[in-house]
């Protein structure tokens, strides 16, 4: 099976909690993998920066006016970016821990299999 068809037949059979949850996992474990290796630099600002990334757009989402998630629960994801990218920049310019990211990460992935 070829790439772009098991990516087709993915998008068709996973909802978009899973989804999210296998997004979150891919940047959950590259952000423990730079922790475990030590990156610093480009490599850790790479990590860090797809993790910001996935948080502003989840952020963008929460702000749009369509979605149907409840007000408080935006709320608190909007938030939850804001910190992950102040944070962030501490990590790449003072050299603060990966753990709150990962923490925060591991967090929301629990809420979305429904384990929090």
């Known amino acids: 099976m070829t790439l772009k068809a098991y990516q087709n037949t993915q998008q ?3 909802n978009s909690r899973e989804t999210e949850y ?3 996992g891919q940047v959950t474990g590259a952000l423990i993998s730079a922790q475990r290796e030590g990156r610093t ?3 850790l600002g ?6 910001r990334k ?4 989840l952020a963008a989402d929460c702000l749009d006016d369509h979605n149907k998630l409840p007000d ?3 709320a ?27 923490e925060i990460n591991r967090s929301i ?7 929090a």
């Open 12 to 14: 068709i059979t996973e």
């Open 22 to 24: 296998r997004l979150f």
């Open 41 to 43: 630099g480009g490599p």
């Open 46 to 51: 790479e990590v860090v920066d797809w993790n």
């Open 54 to 57: 996935m948080w502003r757009l």
């Open 72 to 74: 408080g629960i935006r």
């Open 76 to 102: 608190n994801i909007v938030s939850l970016s804001l910190f992950v990218t102040r944070y962030s920049r501490d990590v790449l310019r003072k050299g603060a821990s990966l753990d709150p990211l990962i």
């Open 109 to 115: 992935m629990q809420g979305l299999q429904g384990t």
